[in-house]
């Protein structure tokens, strides 16, 4: 049922969302002259996949989690984008393909080995990863792998289609602020 819902409501939100998509990625390439991000991230089973978002950090920015990266990175535009959460709508290309799902642990980099280890001792790896969840709305980030993994631990074992809505919802309304920047 969740998977369905991905689908369904991924292709409104991009059909629905195009003119959007467009004016952001034309304002991104007068901003950083590449408007979208792409990185390898794991995904369900620890399968690497390319996760796509807009870029808010000049292109030269290392190839770290958010709460490693240094605030001066992010653009003026990448802020706006950030505070938002507009980076986060190519990610509903993502959703479409299969790749993540709408709710669930948000896909780290494979490089945080603490954090991928922690979430495999806790089944994380056995669900699509999310573009929000109960982590995000509560803004427990990276930098708490314990923590994090715990959460998504809570939220995989009480996912349903009620609150499935409630996470979306509680994002959309700007509840969580995303990941912190140092």
């Not at 991924?10 to 952001?24: A, F, N, T």
């Not at 002259?33 to 690497?48: I, N």
């Not at 929000?132 to 314990?146: F, H, K, R, Y």
């Amino acid at each position: 049922m969740i998977r369905l819902l991905d689908f369904i409501l991924s292709l409104i939100g991009l059909v629905v969302g195009l003119p959007i998509l467009v004016l952001l990625t034309l304002i991104g390439l007068f901003d950083t002259g590449s408007p979208l991000f792409r990185q390898e991230r794991v995904g369900k089973y620890k399968r690497p996949f390319i996760l796509v978002k807009f870029r808010t950090m000049k292109k030269d920015t290392a190839s770290v989690a958010s709460h490693l990266a240094n605030a001066s990175s992010i653009t003026k535009f990448g802020r706006f984008l950030r505070r938002t959460k507009l980076d986060e709508l190519p990610q509903l290309w993502n959703v479409l393909k299969g790749e993540m799902s709408l709710v669930g642990p948000r896909p780290g980099l494979f490089n945080q080995e603490e954090l991928t280890k922690v979430r495999e001792s806790r089944g994380v790896f056995n669900v699509r990863p999310g573009i929000t969840g109960l982590a995000q709305v509560n803004e427990i980030d990276m930098s708490a792998p314990e923590l994090l993994a715990e959460t998504d631990r809570k939220m995989i074992e009480t996912m349903n289609v009620k609150n499935y809505f409630k996470y979306i919802l509680m994002t959309v309304t700007g509840k969580g602020s995303g990941d912190r920047i140092r």
